[in-house]
């Protein structure tokens, strides 16, 4: 049974809302081997001088090009001992939640969700922590260039780019462009998920520099870690339009 830690942190402001769930870090993505018993323990700190109370709920979601669907997680193999904590003033409590690997391949995927009634308003907040599982020794990492396209516009330049994911686990493709001549890679789109088997279009419009004017050539760069920490590369090269 392995432990890992981190820190989920509720900070309520007195006049107004302050960050009423910030936590560290965002997301969990963790390799683990078939079979494996995981523990995980969540410190959850109140800032306020009232009671908290807490509801938490386990969720997943379904990726089609950049519509997601999200519904309840059923699967029996993440175990959340409750549904609802209470968090007494100015104090924490500690959350324990575990799973069972399953025997799968690939990636695994569900999220945690938090809620709480926000003083003195007819809503209530959430926050989520997406937790993505790769199942050790049985991932796939690969993707490609499917489009890239540079616009000129003005004094800037619209940047569109299609990346597909032929793996089985999800990436963060970083993209940088590069004017020929110019040794500086200028950065289009970090941290953005492309998910297994599917296509997602990323872009961003960046400002024109001295050699980016029509008909410039341009090299262009797609890199991204894989779950244990190495770096992937893809290349290819194209013509400011």
């Known amino acids: 049974m392995s432990l890992k ?23 969990f993505e963790v390799v683990e081997s078939a079979g494996a018993l995981v523990s995980y323990n969540i410190s959850l700190i109140s800032n306020k001088p009232v009671t908290e109370e807490v509801d938490l709920s386990l969720s ?37 939640f575990g799973f069972k690997v399953p025997d799968s391949v690939g990636e695994k995927r569900f999220q945690l969700n938090f809620s709480t009634e926000l003083e003195n308003a007819s809503f209530r907040f959430s926050k989520t922590i997406p937790v993505y599982l790769v199942i050790s020794g049985t991932e796939i990492v690969k993707c490609r260039i499917v489009t890239f396209d540079i616009l000129h516009k003005g004094d800037s330049l619209q940047v569109n780019c299609m990346i597909e994911n032929e793996g089985n686990v999800h990436i963060r493709p970083r993209i940088d462009i590069q004017f020929q001549g110019d040794p500086t890679w200028i950065r289009v789109q970090d941290d953005v998920p492309v998910y297994p088997f599917s296509q997602r279009q990323l872009g961003n419009i960046v400002p024109l520099p001295e050699k980016g004017r029509e008909g410039a050539l341009v090299n262009v760069r797609v890199q991204y870690y894989d779950i244990r920490g190495s770096i992937h590369t893809v290349s290819d090269q194209v013509r400011v339009r």
């Not at 003033?89 to 324990?96: A, E, G, M, R, Y």
Request: glycine fraction near 6%.
């Open 60 to 96: 997943t979601w379904e990726v089609t090009g950049d519509q997601f669907l999200f519904y309840p997680f059923s699967e029996g193999w993440v175990f959340l001992p409750t549904a609802h904590i209470t968090i007494p003033p100015d104090s924490s409590q500690i959350l324990s």
């Open 5 to 27: 830690q981190m820190l989920l942190l509720l900070s309520f402001g007195l006049s107004g809302i302050s960050l009423p769930f910030s936590y560290l870090p965002s997301r």
